[in-house]
């Protein structure tokens, strides 16, 4: 069995917030981190105007968390928040006294090692890698074993009044763009493969949508496949293709599963995933799943929508496709209505992978959106 984390989380909230918003606030994080087997022993939501400079919480409580790691025997300290790396590494050094194993992270952090664990492509691998170096920034970065093994053999041609931290960023953009030229390659090549789809007029739906909405659940439904399915975040990390049957224009169309999204997710991941989303980017269907049974659910229809926009996605069609109607609990006349006025143009549709209920409706509607804007038939 996988090795389970002691965590505690800390956040820190201006003295306004109610500590029910903040305790809201901190339930994705908790998420994350049972989806990286942890279990959260503590959570310290800290008041202040603003995080403290040096160590985020303040010295105060600093000396609390130590006490708390020492007690509960904590692994790993997790900040709901984005920090400077020198924090992280404040606070590393102040709990190494009582734990010298201690990892402190921040949300990045945490997104990253979660990643870690569920890429399997070579391309969520650099993709993983590009956006640790980014996030550990020019001076951990330099700290590694890369920068130190290749200062002992001699990096030579040293400029005059060259800084040793203008050196080490020197190395970190360039092991960056190394990264980024390898990344820029399978990415080509995946265009390429796209483009020849494209040319021989197979045309792409794309599942997108928040993670944990039960994306893989449905095209596993659709394609006939297997993929791992799981109640914790970003279980998807690569995307892969498959094919779904439509009956009544008897085709084949291809349909591709990809990774969740989640409020929040650092501009620098974005980024790095692009090439993951390649297939969201190019499809001319999105299927956009949504957790019906979500409390949040509008809040993350609305970050989807915003993501799609931010790596350029142009589909053709976009269907809202409510998903775990099996097991939603309120009003299901009301939600139906509320759902259909709100999201009209999306052409809802209301599915349970569970049970199979509306997937014949959902292909029907797919068919569609097809025969509307391409040309499936020739
Ligand atoms: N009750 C119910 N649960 C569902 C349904 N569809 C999926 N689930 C559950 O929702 C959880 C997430 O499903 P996935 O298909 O892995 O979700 P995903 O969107 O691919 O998640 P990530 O890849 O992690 O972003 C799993 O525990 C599924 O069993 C459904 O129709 N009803
Ligand atoms: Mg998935």
Redesign the pocket.
């Known amino acids: 069995m996988a090795k389970i984390h002691r965590v505690v989380l800390i956040d820190v909230i201006d003295p306004h917030t109610h500590r029910q918003d903040a305790e809201k606030n901190l339930l994705e994080l908790k998420s994350l981190v049972s989806t990286y087997n942890g279990i959260d022993i503590v959570s310290i939501i800290q008041h202040r105007t603003r995080p403290d400079k040096a160590t985020f919480i303040g010295s105060g409580k600093v000396e609390e968390l130590i006490e708390i790691v020492k007690k509960e025997q904590i692994g790993v300290v997790v900040l709901n928040a984005i920090v400077n790396p020198t924090v992280l590494f404040n606070l590393t050094q102040k709990l190494w006294t009582v734990n010298p194993q201690i990892q402190v992270w921040d949300r990045i952090d945490l997104i990253l090692n979660i990643f870690d664990k569920h890429a399997h492509t070579s391309s969520a691998k650099l993709q993983i890698e590009i956006a640790r170096m980014r996030h550990m920034g020019p001076r951990v970065f330099g700290l590694g074993t890369t920068y130190f093994s290749r200062q002992g053999g001699g990096i030579g041609g040293r400029g005059v009044g060259e800084t040793n931290i203008e050196l080490m960023k020197r190395h970190w953009r360039k092991q960056i763009k190394l990264k980024q030229d390898e990344l820029a390659k399978l990415a080509r090549q995946h265009e390429l493969q796209l483009e020849r789809r494209r040319e021989n007029n197979l045309t792409g739906i794309s599942i997108v ?12 439904l659709l394609t006939k496949r297997t993929k ?9 990390l690569d995307s892969v293709t498959g094919k779904v049957y439509l009956n009544e224009s008897k085709k084949e169309v291809l349909v591709s ?1 990809t ?2 999204f989640i409020k929040n997710l650092p501009a620098s991941l974005v980024e790095s995933f692009k090439s993951t989303l390649m297939d969201a980017i190019h499809a001319d269907i999105l299927l956009h ?1 949504i ?1 019906i ?1 979500d409390p949040e659910r509008d809040e993350k229809i609305e970050i989807v929508e915003r993501i799609l926009m931010e790596i350029g996605a142009r589909p053709k069609k976009i269907i809202f496709v409510f ?5 939603y609990e309120g009003n299901g006349e009301e939600i139906l209505k509320e759902i259909h006025n709100k999201y009209e143009i999306f052409t809802p549709q209301f ?5 199979d209920f509306g997937i014949p409706k959902l292909k029907r509607e797919i068919e569609k959106g097809l025969s509307e804007y391409t040309s499936i038939e020739n």
Do not use: E
């Open positions: 949508g928040y993670t944990n909405a039960g994306k893989t659940s449905l095209f596993n791992k399915v799981k109640d914790a975040l970003f279980v998807t599963d990774i969740g799943v957790d049974t998903n775990k109607i099996d097991a599915i349970s992978v569970k049970t």
